[in-house]
Nanobody
Framework: QVQVVESGGGLVQAGGSLRLSCAAS????????MAWYRQAPGKQRDLVAT???????NYADSVKGRFTISRDNAKNTVYLQMNSLKPEDTAVYYC??????????????WGQGTQVTVSS
């Protein structure tokens, strides 16, 4: 089994910053990609940023230049540094990982989500 736990959400004023963390644990041999998604009330879950095991990154147009995704492979952890936050960034942020487990299976896992609220 693989567990994914996010942390770091909260309430911040527009223009402020937050740093989200996501740690994967359990029977992990290796982790392929790690990603952040977000879902605002009444909307679909959208991809925010991804990072591969080699460190290649990709961002949604709406967050380019403001958000930075990074990972610590030794800690099986991915981070999302969010700067210049806007009210439209308000959402529940979810971590998603693809893990090669000890049972020699690829497992895609989601975290429970962390709320980010940006006030105007």
């Amino acid at each position: 089994q693989v567990q994914v736990v996010e942390s770091g959400g909260g309430l911040v004023q527009a223009g402020g910053s937050l740093r989200l963390s996501c740690a994967a644990s359990g029977s992990i041999v290796s982790i392929n990609f790690m990603a952040w998604y977000r879902q605002a009330p009444g909307k679909q879950r959208d991809l925010v940023a991804t990072i591969t095991s080699g460190g290649s990154t990709n961002y949604a147009d709406s967050v380019k230049g403001r958000f930075t995704i990074s990972r610590d492979n030794a800690k099986n952890t991915v981070y999302l540094q969010m700067n210049s936050l806007k009210p439209e960034d308000t959402a529940v942020y979810y971590c998603n990982t693809e893990v090669f487990s000890g049972s020699y299976q690829w497992i895609r896992s989601w975290g429970q989500g962390t709320q980010v609220t940006v006030s105007s």
